[in-house]
């Protein structure tokens, strides 16, 4: 039962153009999104989160939106740069004492930025 | 402020075997977590501990285990050791429980091969 679902494996895009990672989720519970970046032989770093209760977030180049109706969220770069290619992945948590602590990621999309 | 650390970096072991993996959460940082990401995964959720107790489990046998010390290092022990547990295993930390809408700080991780 995967929970959260990026469907896209992979996105090119040229330099200077937008970049979307798109996410959907299943679990009406969700009420805290992230977005992780992750190079080679790194861990994931953290980029931007969101909480249900707002549908935006901005932070320099990177925008999040949520539309919990659509349970559907997606990463906005802009403009894209070839340090931006890495795997990215989303992540959902639930409120509650059997969900404390628990992240739920999403497969990852590979951005590749080209020069 | 020191980052999440993880040690060793690599790690080959035979079935059957047992190991422990190592990690330092950044200074102040009550909550660490456990993933593990197989090859072309998302992280999935081992468990969480706070304040030196278990917080939180995901759908992991019991031959995972953890502790945590007062110290902000905590270890993952998994005895009986399967081919399937070849993975690369995350520890993140962050200042309390995720589910509480907190951020979680990932190490670099440790590679584990089971031959």
């Known amino acids: 039962d995967q929970q959260v679902k990026q469907n896209s494996p992979s996105l090119s895009v040229q330099e200077g153009r937008i970049s979307i990672l798109n996410c959907d989720y299943t679990n009406s519970m969700f009420d805290y999104f992230l977005w992780y970046k992750k190079y080679p032989a790194e861990g994931p770093t953290f980029l931007i989160s969101?909480?249900?209760?707002?549908d935006k977030n901005e932070d320099g180049r990177f925008t999040v939106f949520l539309n919990k109706s659509a349970k559907h969220l997606s990463l906005h770069i802009v403009p894209s740069q070839p340090g931006d290619s890495a795997v990215y992945f989303c992540a959902a948590s639930a409120r509650g004492s059997s969900n404390t602590g628990k992240l739920i990621f999403g497969q990852g999309t590979t951005l590749q930025v080209k020069p | 402020e020191t980052g999440v650390t993880q040690s060793p970096t690599h790690l080959i072991k035979t079935r059957g075997q047992q190991v422990t993996l190592r990690c330092s959460s950044q200074s102040g940082h009550n909550t660490v977590s456990w993933y593990q990401q197989a090859l072309g995964q998302g992280p999935q959720f081992i468990f969480q501990y706070y304040r030196e107790e278990e917080n939180g489990r995901g759908n992991f046998p019991p031959r995972f285990s953890g502790l945590q010390f007062p110290n902000y290092s905590s270890e993952l022990n998994v005895n009986a050791l399967e081919l399937d547990d070849s993975a690369l295993y995350l520890c993140?930390?962050?200042?309390?429980?995720?589910?509480?809408?907190?951020?979680?700080?990932f190490g670099p991780g440790t590679r584990l091969l089971v031959l």
């Open positions: 993140a930390s962050s200042p309390e429980p995720a589910g509480l809408g907190e951020t979680q700080y």
């Open positions: 969101i909480s249900s209760i707002k």
